[in-house]
């Protein structure tokens, strides 16, 4: 099953009480029951970078899944008055689940650093902003670029494509410390530049490789043992209304389509 199954790539953007943009919103409450569907099926999560260097080390019997976040919009991680985590925020409701049992923190993240939406720039609180991503990955999740300020990357020259990938990295990486290296990275729009070359360079010395690159829909991703998965092309699940758990229907009635990991894997 490691070389033909699928895996969920499942993408977010808004998590919101008011719903003013149905198809780019979840209620908390919707993503409350998104992870606890997730964990009732069997399903575990891993980062977007273990899935492009085919780690897959899941326990016996479950299924990989990716949750990512676009847009760093505040209801992904917020932190109230008294320093504490909004347990009513998308990270508050996975450190939940995780302290529940049978869940880990890992889920991508892809970040903007600099756009006229301020409330967008590292999910808002912007004295935080350095707390916020070293907690992130001190946790154990992943931090990846969504460009420094969301530019459709087939619109912009190759230059300035490059000035985006290299110092948005720079960026995060700086903020973060620790050594820590940004692998991953969303386009804005899922907008693709005319060559995927871009997503490798340097911009005035500062060197960039993004290894897993996703798009914004398509449907379930292709095990990254088959010959069929590229790593710049990772397909992904536009989870609103109810998409998730018609998908999960879908693979209970197909389970030979379901990628399982009853042993750990690895692909260089």
Same mark, same amino acid.
């Given at each position: 099953?490691?070389?033909?199954?699928?895996?969920?790539?499942?993408?977010?953007?808004?998590?919101?009480?008011?719903?003013?943009?149905?198809?780019?919103?979840?209620?908390?409450?919707?993503?409350?029951?998104?992870?606890?569907?997730?964990?009732?099926?069997?399903?575990?999560?891993?980062?977007?970078?273990?899935?492009?260097?085919?780690?897959?080390?899941?326990?016996?019997?479950?299924?990989?899944?990716?949750?990512?976040?676009?847009?760093?919009?505040?209801?992904?991680?917020?932190?109230?008055?008294?320093?504490?985590?909004?347990?009513?925020?998308?990270?508050?409701?996975?450190?939940?689940?995780?302290?529940?049992?049978?869940?880990?923190?890992?889920?991508?993240?892809?970040?903007?650093?600099?756009?006229?939406?301020?409330?967008?720039?590292?999910?808002? $609180?912007?004295?935080?902003?350095?707390?916020? #991503?070293?907690?992130?990955?001190?946790? +154990? %999740? =992943? &931090?990846? !670029?969504?460009?420094?300020?969301?530019?459709?990357?087939?619109?912009?020259?190759?230059?300035?494509?490059?000035? $985006?990938?290299?110092?948005?990295?720079?960026? #995060?990486?700086?903020?973060?410390?620790? +050594? %820590? =290296? &940004?692998? !991953?990275?969303?386009?804005?729009?899922?907008?693709?530049?005319?060559?995927?070359?871009?997503?490798?360079?340097?911009?005035?010395?500062?060197?960039?490789?993004?290894?897993?690159?996703?798009?914004?829909?398509?449907?379930?991703?292709? !095990?990254?043992?088959?010959?069929?998965?590229?790593?710049?092309?990772?397909?992904?699940?536009?989870?609103?209304?109810?998409?998730?758990?018609?998908?999960?229907?879908?693979?209970?009635?197909?389970?030979?389509?379901?990628?399982?990991?009853?042993?750990?894997?690895?692909?260089?």
């Amino acid at each position: 099953m490691l070389e033909t199954g699928r895996i969920m790539v499942l993408m977010y953007h808004i998590i919101a009480a008011e719903v003013t943009r149905p198809e780019w919103t979840r209620t908390p409450a919707d993503f409350r029951d998104d992870i606890a569907l997730l964990k009732s099926e069997g399903y575990y999560p891993i980062n977007l970078r273990d899935l492009a260097h085919g780690r897959v080390d899941v326990p016996a019997g479950r299924s990989p899944v990716v949750l990512t976040f676009d847009d760093s919009t505040p209801g992904q991680y917020r932190l109230l008055s008294d320093g504490s985590l909004d347990p009513e925020c998308a990270v508050g409701i996975m450190q939940t689940a995780v302290a529940e049992g049978d869940w880990a923190s890992r889920a991508t993240f892809f970040t903007l650093l600099d756009t006229e939406a301020s409330e967008r720039v590292v999910f808002g $609180q912007p004295e935080k902003k350095s707390e916020k #991503l070293r907690n992130l990955v001190d946790w +154990g %999740y =992943e &931090v990846g !670029s969504h460009t420094i300020s969301h530019l459709r990357l087939n619109e912009i020259t190759a230059e300035e494509a490059r000035r $985006q990938l290299a110092l948005s990295k720079v960026m #995060l990486e700086e903020m973060i410390g620790g +050594g %820590y =290296e &940004v692998e !991953s990275l969303a386009p804005p729009y899922g907008a693709y530049p005319e060559s995927d070359s871009v997503f490798t360079g340097t911009y005035q010395g500062v060197a960039y490789d993004y290894r897993a690159v996703v798009e914004v829909g398509d449907g379930p991703c292709p !095990s990254p043992f088959s010959p069929d998965f590229r790593p710049s092309h990772i397909p992904r699940v536009k989870v609103n209304g109810t998409a998730l758990r018609e998908l999960v229907e879908y693979f209970k009635r197909h389970p030979e389509m379901r990628l399982w990991a009853g042993r750990t894997g690895h692909r260089s």
